[in-house]
């Protein structure tokens, strides 16, 4: 009897959807919108969709560039207080020294890349938990953004951006909106839609997609069949980088200030979307696109919480049952696709 090679096997397009990373996001992603939008109307309507894309879309940025770095096998607990950072330099820069904005924005971009390169290294290098060499990170940037800040404005806060030349211009293209259908959306939407279709493109049509998924499922494979282990961990560090530098510049041109312990917390936030949308704190699985409707997921129900009248006190509840629901549908979606591979 003669059997058919499992490569040429065909699969239905049933079992192909079934073994996605994305399908656990896509079903809680349609669940709570259902919930939500049966307790309000506004909640619906086209303003509401505005309101709560709103946080999704700075949220879906960063959750995007973690998914990828989490697929790669890190974490990065800086990525959070580092959005305050960059937008802390670019907004001390352009108000205390009085450079134009769109300097102060490179400035704070070759920081953060720099920022993101030595973490990468640091953790090649040593070998250390990435969760380890970021928390350092984290503790030094938060201490640095306080103290600096306080030095030089005597507060916790630095702001006056709107004189900066060429603010206008900046917060048109970061921070603008756009009107659709009579509501004004905000334009970080679109960033987070390119964000979110580059990062699927390079996970599934590039080499360095490949890379990515090979050092996250088993780093010592893939160095020994060639994959440049280093270089490509190092590379997603300061993805997540410049994630947060295009997430402190959209902050911090919205509000013309910056807080110093801005994006403090954060960092649990971006990689809890990225486990609801499919991503394995072990590595090696998940998608950008995943990420991206787990930021939707956050944002329905940061809002949808408002808009149903409730107490906003429950929203963390409901963002912890997320995160365990999302978990274990990542379990068994990892499982079936192992089984369907057998």
Same mark, same amino acid.
């Given at each position: ?36 939008? +049966?307790? *309000? ?16 879309? %700075? ?26 950072? /960059? ?10 020294? !009085? ?30 938990? +990435?969760?380890?060499? %970021? ?13 600096? %800040? ?45 964000? /979110? ?34 270089? /490509?961990?190092?590379?997603? @560090? ?29 960092? @649990? ?17 998940? *998608? ?31 963002? !912890? ?5 999302? /978990? ?15």
């Amino acid at each position: 009897m003669t059997v058919a090679d499992e490569r040429l096997v065909r699969t239905g397009v049933a079992r192909r959807l079934l073994i996605r990373p994305e399908l656990g996001a896509v079903v809680g992603a349609v669940a709570v919108f259902g919930f939500f939008a +049966s307790q *309000s109307a506004t909640f619906r309507s086209i303003e509401g969709v505005a309101n709560w894309l709103d946080p999704a879309s %700075t949220l879906g940025i960063m959750a995007v560039a973690i998914a990828l770095l989490m697929i790669g096998g890190e974490f990065d607990l800086s990525a959070g207080v580092l959005t305050g950072t /960059t937008g802390l330099i670019m907004v001390i820069l352009a108000t205390r020294y !009085g450079l134009p904005i769109w300097a102060a924005m490179l400035v704070a971009l070759v920081v953060a890349l720099l920022i993101g390169f030595v973490n990468g290294l640091i953790v090649v290098r040593t070998k250390l938990p +990435s969760f380890i060499v %970021t928390l350092g990170t984290f503790l030094m940037l938060q201490g640095v953004n306080l103290g600096v %800040t306080k030095a030089l404005t005597g507060t916790v806060q630095v702001s006056g951006l709107r004189k900066a030349e060429g603010y206008e211009e900046a917060r048109a293209l970061l921070a603008g909106t756009i009107p659709v259908g009579g509501t004004d959306f905000r334009v970080a939407i679109l960033w987070w839609i390119g964000v /979110t279709a580059l990062a699927t493109w390079v996970l599934t049509r590039t080499r360095a997609g490949n890379w990515i998924f090979a050092v996250g499922g088993d780093d010592q494979a893939a160095r020994a069949v060639g994959v440049p282990a280093e270089r /490509t961990k190092i590379a997603l @560090f300061m993805t997540t980088a410049v994630a947060a530098w295009l997430v402190g510049s959209i902050m911090a041109l919205r509000f013309t200030s910056v807080q110093a312990n801005s994006g403090i917390g954060q960092e @649990f936030i971006y990689i809890i979307a990225a486990v609801i949308g499919g991503c394995l704190l072990t590595g090696g699985y998940g *998608s950008a696109i995943g990420a991206a409707l787990g930021a939707v997921i956050f944002g329905m129900a940061d809002k949808g919480i408002v808009f149903a009248g409730w107490d906003a006190d429950w929203f963390k509840f409901f963002l !912890g049952a997320m995160l365990l629901l999302a /978990t274990l549908a990542n379990r068994f979606v990892r499982r079936y696709a192992e089984e369907v591979r057998h």
